[in-house]
Nanobody, 124 residues
Framework: QVQLVESGGGLVQPGGSLTLSCAAS????????MGWYRQVPGKQREMVAD???????KYADSVKGRFTISRDNAKNTAYLQMNNLKPEDTGVYYC??????????????????WGQGTQVTVSS
């Protein structure tokens, strides 16, 4: 149906920047909400940022003013620009997307997909 592939993670020093990308592929008719989540060992996966198809945006309080989410609907891609990174931003970042596809039987199908995750490590 819809596959998500993240890229852009890595090791960065505190105060540095990274940009994550999430590319969706498949027989996509529409992508609705796209979001970035973060997970660290022993904790639940938490929402970092979310962007609707119309551009409405939500951020976790911990990243407001430092992270920027955006999307390119023509490319079915979402981005997360992360600035002034802190050690507590370390974790595996997952992308997700709510989608509508046209199934092989001609029926619309809706669902949600997750990417495989990309590691972000902020350390000196």
């Amino acid at each position: 149906q819809v596959q998500l592939v993240e890229s852009g993670g890595g090791l960065v020093q505190p105060g540095g920047s990274l940009t994550l990308s999430c590319a969706a592929s498949g027989k996509i008719l529409r992508l609705n909400d796209m979001g970035w989540y973060r997970q660290v060992p022993g904790k639940q996966r938490e929402m970092v940022a979310d962007i609707g198809s119309g551009g409405n945006i939500k951020y976790a309080d911990s990243v407001k003013g430092r992270f920027t989410i955006s999307r390119d609907n023509a490319k079915n891609t979402a981005y997360l620009q992360m600035n002034n990174l802190k050690p507590e931003d370390t974790g595996v970042y997952y992308c997700n997307a709510d989608w509508i596809v046209l199934g092989d039987n001609g029926v619309y199908e809706v669902g949600r997909s997750w990417g495989q995750g990309t590691q972000v490590t902020v350390s000196s």
